[in-house]
């Protein structure tokens, strides 16, 4: 467990927490004058390993040298000269900071952090943090780690789960949520759609499919899978007898199929690392999915095509009507897509680069 600490006068800024996995996304702008919820849990942090936030950088200025050492292979608008290593929490685990009115930011129905720090320590001052609340965007804190140390506190974490406990817990995200919006003449409105979760996550597997596929045609498992993923897969891959087969592999689930190509795996909420299969001479390519997706997909929960009346019947958990689902067709998030892609060494080919420079006429096609 540990505290966070203002680096100008130690004045405590955060309860305790323990380190997660960041989440997918973490970085995800959802639409349009949407109202997100809290992206942390309560008594976690996460770490980002990348610079984000100002100041910023147009791709025409750097180097591609430079671009390659940090990582990033193929061209993006711009990116950041921050420092690396923000740490992002729930808002109600932040204690002794003030908001700084003037550095709102760009803000449309909240604070969205473009400024810079938009939260000080209460004690001596120093800019610490960036409150973000704007709509179409997860509220969070994420403190300045130039501005904040972290400190040991009583009480180590807990050990991570096994992907046993994992897997017996079951904490699976459900493909389909009711989103709220801002600006109905009758107040909040609500509508029935598939997951911004579910979205950042295909978007950032999706980029691993393609490459994996080395620019051959990919299957993936019939059912909610290939409700994600066929469609965007069928329409940037060129059809072919010889197509590469993607399965769902991870813990409780069969011994995977030799013959496949490209494996789907939970990645772990704590340490953010894929699952892997036992044999080491496996060669497959391992698609991460987080592992509450991962799980819906693998061991889908059943629902009921009507309500039950009368008694409950035995193996019958509950009797209301199923969850409505989006009235559109799947798709995944462009901003993760283009955000895993550019960090491949693979993004350097040319048919991936097309992809990248078409994203804009593949979202107008309904992909993204």
């Not at 309560?42 to 390993?49: N, Q, S």
């Not at 473009?114 to 320590?121: E, K, S, V, Y």
């Amino acid at each position: 467990m540990f505290v966070f600490v203002c680096a100008g006068c130690d004045a405590e800024l955060t309860t305790s927490l323990s380190q997660v996995a960041l989440p997918a996304h973490a970085h995800q702008k959802y639409g349009n004058g949407i109202q997100l919820p809290v992206l942390m849990e309560p008594g976690t942090f996460a770490v980002d390993p990348e610079p984000w936030g100002p100041p910023w950088r147009r791709w025409e200025e750097i180097h591609p040298d430079e671009a390659a050492a940090r990582g990033i292979y193929a061209p993006v608008y711009a990116l950041s000269d921050g420092a690396p290593g923000a740490i992002v929490i729930a808002p109600g685990d932040t204690r002794g900071t003030l908001l700084i009115p003037e550095r709102r930011g760009g803000a449309c129905c909240g604070l969205d952090g473009a400024d810079g720090p938009n939260m000080a320590c209460e004690a001596c001052g120093l800019p610490v943090a960036s409150r973000v609340d704007d709509c179409s965007l997860w509220q969070a804190v994420w403190l300045a780690p130039d501005a904040v140390r972290r400190l040991p506190v009583d009480g180590a974490d807990a050990a991570p789960l096994s992907w046993a406990e994992l897997t017996a817990e079951g904490k699976g995200t459900p493909p389909f949520e009711p989103i709220a919006t801002w600006g109905s003449r009758l107040g909040s409105n609500h509508f029935w759609s598939w997951s911004p979760q579910w979205e950042a996550a295909a978007g950032r597997a999706l980029a691993h499919l393609l490459v994996a596929s080395e620019g051959h045609a990919v299957t993936v498992p019939d059912g909610l899978t290939g409700e994600v993923f066929q469609r965007a897969l069928d329409a940037l891959l060129p059809a072919g007898p010889a197509a590469r087969r993607a399965v769902l592999a991870g813990p409780g689930l069969p011994a995977r199929d030799r013959r496949a190509d490209i494996l789907l795996v939970p990645t772990h909420p704590q340490t953010g690392e894929a699952w892997a299969p036992a044999e080491p001479a496996a060669q497959a390519y391992l698609v991460p999915l987080p592992v509450g997706v991962w799980l819906w997909l693998a061991f889908p929960e059943p629902h009921l095509p009507v309500p039950t009346s009368g008694g409950m019947p035995d193996g019958v958990l509950r009797d209301d009507p199923p969850t409505p689902h989006a009235r559109y067709l799947f798709r995944a998030d462009a901003e993760a897509f283009r955000h895993t892609l550019v960090r491949l060494p693979a993004a350097r080919s040319s048919w991936l680069r097309e992809i990248l420079e078409n994203l804009t006429q593949h979202m107008r096609a309904g992909l993204f």
